[in-house]
């Protein structure tokens, strides 16, 4: 949970801190009456450098039909400490019983896209013909390539009963 360094915060346009913040924040947080408020005037105290890679480099492929619920209590708290700058973590806005409000899908879709490889080991235990190494994180599906009995590839459909989510689907390719 670093922030950004000031020469990459120097560099950001006004453009692109205010795209930042409307991306991983709610509206809220441009309100300069709102505590916390996020200035654009200030992007090295808000902006980590989690949540900008997060941004800048999966902003356009992430899976924003999330529910907040279904996710595991560990993975929103590594979430919470990659967007949230280190002085509001403990802040009561920040905390996981006031999510629905401060939680952006976008985003949060963005950071699952980028765990699913760390998620694999633990998710393809449900699959008994499921490779690790191929398991694609999408919730509320998970999909796990493998080839059929006969090498053909096929679709078959499986329910996962995981300590995830009990709505979670495996799908085999």
Not at 136 to 144: G, N
Not at 145 to 171: K, W
């Amino acid at each position: 949970m670093t922030l950004i360094n000031s020469g990459l915060a120097a560099s950001l346009t006004l453009g692109i801190r205010k795209q930042y913040r409307s991306w991983a924040f709610p509206s809220q947080l441009a309100d300069s009456t709102h505590v916390p408020f996020f200035s654009t005037q200030n992007p090295e105290q808000w902006i980590t450098e989690d949540g900008y890679n997060l941004f800048h480099h999966r902003s356009s492929t992430a899976l924003p039909d999330l529910d907040i619920d279904d996710i595991p209590g560990d993975e929103l708290a590594v979430f919470q400490r990659a967007i949230v700058p280190p002085l509001w973590i403990t802040h009561p806005f920040f905390s996981f019983d006031n999510a629905a409000e401060w939680i952006r899908l976008l985003p949060l879709g963005a950071f699952m896209a980028s765990r699913a490889p760390q998620l694999s080991n633990l998710l393809c235990r449900a699959i008994p013909s499921c490779n690790a190494g191929s398991v694609y994180l999408q919730f509320p599906a998970i999909f796990c390539c493998v080839e059929s009995p006969l090498g053909i590839p096929g679709f078959s459909e499986a329910r996962v009963a995981s300590e995830f989510s009990p709505n979670l689907t495996a799908l085999a390719c």
